[in-house]
């Protein structure tokens, strides 16, 4: 017991250095190799070189703003549809409905969806098909670059289907804590229309619990690999793809220039963030303007249909993409303008189905690996803060840390430091590596219910004599299940979905269902593609699933546990 | 009731000049001496300490209470013994029945682990609040007075010493108040338990029929 003790006060500790020591080490260690100093390689002096030959590098501005692009503007869209939304359909019929859809979307890893929206909108792909010939008269596709597309459009569109359900389920998440229904009420009996009276009343208090993960998506959007190496353009690439394919040319000398384009990425990310900052402060002038003008419905109309129009363009873009993925799994002979395939078959997945069992393996053992151990630490510095009576968890931004820096910034000079500690890249780097990502999610999900639970249970069972150990596995535990297993399935999610955290970490060496998916990119059998990309996104739903039925199952006798005490 | 009985032990609960400051600001100061199933009544508006004084004697006051004297129980200071081995027991204004065990599972929760003839326990007690066979039932298909008697039964087979009411009454419908009122007094009673019991309805007090304290 006492040993258990120990590791349960030392549990906040080693959260906190799990979440700063890497991404410090990590950024400090590209920033040597950026500036020419990698003995391994023989760079053993300060010079730089390195930055000369990146500035050398054709289209480099073009990449660097492609990056900006994708990290100001995809979140600006994304947090106005998700606001938008919310100050004209809270409590509305399609907002019940799209709370329970909100974790299954999320739970899509990042690359499927990029796929499905690829066979969705592509020149021969099913939106296409079903205008064609009818409307656009073509019996051939339109000879339009609409993927990989030279400006990212098709990129930034895949990366704000995917953080608008991010950032509606965190708004969700902290909208109670600004008490929506008596501010709008007050507001509606001064005269101001509903939506307006959410904007200028609820908003001021949202925003602020919404800013980390508002600037996690930045971070994200500004330096994602996986999306843009499935949608964005090629000639040049984003900076972080090219960044990648720098670090993995057989031509080690372009390590060094991969060192200062890491560095360019994080000062990219920074300045999309000041950017952003800015973008903040213009706002809230702006917001003051509004306040102060007094006007009472101005606005109204286009808040109520502007945020629904969104929701309901990118949920329908979503239910077209997964149609699209599965029809492209199934689909024999498919000639173009025709909608549907000409025949069907089940060939491509009797031929994917052996190769696919290795990388599932791996993918579910990272997963399951990562999110125990995930889980537990969370649950540990939780039970010790319950404990202790005092807030023991590291810092909400300390939490996000690993979420704010670019991967690619931090990844890479793990990477040096292993291999100055001559350790081979395998399996258990890359698990240390998901849990980086996993963890914060894992503890965010968490830590809000836990932290909420009636304290009275606890003292009730302590008052029954039972021991701090025994009011944790039989009443806590039990009695949080339900978040528990939600957490889970949230860290299950994060760590399918890596891609640059699986790939860099094991070197190649270390095959999961979204690395083998992003590597079938460049391939372009459609049902090949189709059939990774809709496992890669079963497992995580699958997860989801089990959150929500075991609890259910398990407590099928008990009425009192249909809600959360 | 034959539990209660079967508890020849009495019990003395003492206070012995017992303070709370919050912040430097004195909330209470109490001195006081209960014998086996006496209870005392502390009365008070809100904010005046009575919560606080339970949670000193559960043993869950929040830090930034400043607390001194001694509250012996059978003679031995409790104040720097960890909640669960005071032998304190707390009956709640809710039943607060665990909703993830069975009716059975809540009694069972409370017996000392070394309690060999658990089941028989656990049936003995259901018996005695007239729900004999309930001990698979779900909690949640309870009534509000079934609830509260399953949740006095649990508090007697935890066998504490001395047992703290916080408003035990105040979220029953009035008929139901008076029932449920008589049982849980006539039981500690029985049981030759000290309590403590926190209120503000003066009916409580006069039932209770011990000495009242106003803060």
């Known amino acids: 017991m006492g040993c258990v003790e120990v590791l349960l006060r030392a549990a906040p500790w080693l959260v906190t250095v799990l979440l700063l020591a890497p991404v410090a080490l990590g950024v400090g260690l590209t920033l040597l190799p950026a500036f020419g100093y990698l003995p391994v390689l023989g760079g053993d002096s300060v010079s730089l070189d390195p930055w000369r030959q990146l500035l050398a590098m054709p289209g480099l501005g073009r990449s660097v703003s492609l990056s900006l692009l994708a990290g100001v503007l995809t979140p600006l869209l994304a947090l106005a549809i998700v606001l938008m939304f919310l100050a004209g359909s809270s409590g509305t019929a399609l907002e019940r409905w799209l709370r329970r859809l909100v974790a299954p979307l999320l739970a899509v890893p990042h690359a499927a969806a990029a796929f499905g929206l690829a066979f969705l909108i592509a020149p021969a792909g099913l939106l296409s098909r079903l205008v064609s010939p009818g409307l656009t008269g073509s019996e051939r596709p339109p000879d339009l670059l609409i993927v990989n597309d030279p400006w990212g459009l098709s990129m930034m569109l895949a990366l704000v289907l995917k953080e608008v359900p991010f950032l509606l389920l965190m708004a969700l998440a902290a909208l109670p804590q600004c008490e929506p229904g008596p501010r709008v009420l007050l507001a509606r009996s001064l005269g101001y229309r509903p939506a307006v009276a959410w904007v200028l009343t609820v908003l001021p208090a949202l925003y602020p619990l919404l800013r980390l993960p508002v600037y996690a998506v930045i971070a994200y959007a500004s330096a994602t690999v996986d999306v843009a190496m499935i949608l964005g353009p090629t000639l040049p690439a984003t900076l972080s793809v090219s960044v990648l394919q720098w670090f993995s040319d057989p031509d080690l000398n372009l390590r060094f220039q991969a060192a200062a384009g890491a560095v360019l990425q994080l000062g990219v990310t920074a300045l999309a963030m000041l950017l952003w900052r800015l973008l903040e402060a213009l706002a809230a002038v702006a917001g003051r303007h509004w306040l102060a003008a007094g006007q009472r419905s101005r606005g109204e109309a286009v808040l109520r249909h502007a945020g629904r129009l969104g929701v309901v363009f990118l949920l329908a873009l979503a239910l077209g993409s997964l149609l699209a993925l599965l029809l492209n799994s199934v689909a024999g002979f498919w000639r173009f303008p025709d909608a549907l395939p000409g025949n069907w078959t089940l060939q491509t997945w009797s031929r994917a189905l052996p190769e696919v069992l290795a990388p599932l393996g791996n993918t579910l053992l990272l997963a399951g690996a990562a999110t125990l151990i995930a889980v537990s630490l969370c649950l540990a510095v939780l039970e010790a803060e319950g404990r202790q009576g005092r807030r023991l968890a590291p810092a909400l931004w300390l939490l996000y840390l690993p979420l704010l820096v670019p991967q690619i910034a931090f990844l890479f000079g793990l990477i040096v430091a292993t291999e100055f500690l001559r350790w081979t890249p395998d399996a258990r780097l890359v698990l240390f590596v998901h849990l980086l990502f996993v963890l914060p999610y894992v503890f965010l999900s968490l830590s809000e219910a836990w932290r909420h639970l009636d304290p009275r249970w606890t003292q009730l069972a302590t008052t029954l004599g039972a021991s701090p150990w025994r009011r944790f596995w039989r009443i806590r535990l039990p009695l949080l299940l339900g978040p528990c297993l939600s957490a889970a399935a949230v860290g299950l999610a994060v760590s399918v979905g890596q891609y640059l955290a699986t790939q860099l970490p094991g070197a190649g060496r270390v095959p999961t269902l979204t690395t083998e998916a992003v590597a079938l990119a460049a391939g372009g059998n459609r049902g090949i593609i189709a059939v990774w990309a809709l496992l890669q996104a079963a497992v995580p739903m699958l997860g989801f699933a089990m959150a929500l039925l075991v609890p259910r199952l398990l407590w099928r006798h008990r009425l009192g546990m249909r809600s959360t005490p | ?215």
Do not use: Y
């Open chain 2, 1 to 215: 009731m034959n539990i209660a009985s079967t508890l020849r032990v009495t019990h003395r609960l003492q206070l012995d000049d017992v303070r709370l400051c919050l912040q430097g600001r004195e909330l209470l100061r109490l001195s006081a001496e209960l014998t086996a199933g006496e209870i005392l009544c502390v009365m008070g508006p809100s904010g005046s300490g009575k919560s606080s004084l339970l949670a000193l004697l559960a043993g869950f006051l929040a830090p930034a209470f400043e607390a001194s004297g001694r509250v012996l129980l059978d003679g031995r200071d409790v104040l720097p013994l960890p909640a669960e081995q005071r032998r304190i027991g707390l009956l709640f204004q809710d039943p607060l029945l665990f909703p993830h065990l069975s009716v059975g599972g809540n009694l069972r929760f409370a017996l000392p682990a070394a309690c060999s003839d658990k089941q028989t326990r656990i049936e003995t007690a259901l018996a005695s609040i007239g729900l004999a066979g309930f001990a698979e039932r779900d909690p949640a298909t309870l009534s509000g007075g079934q609830k509260s008697r399953v949740a006095l039964q649990r508090l007697l087979l935890s066998e504490p010493h001395a047992v703290l009411l916080d408003e035990p009454f105040s979220r029953l419908d009035t008929a139901l108040r008076r029932e449920v009122r008589a049982l849980v007094f006539q039981t500690l009673q029985a049981a030759g338990l000290p309590s403590v019991l926190v209120t503000h309805d003066p009916e409580d007090a006069e039932a209770a029929g011990g000495r009242v304290v106003q803060l």
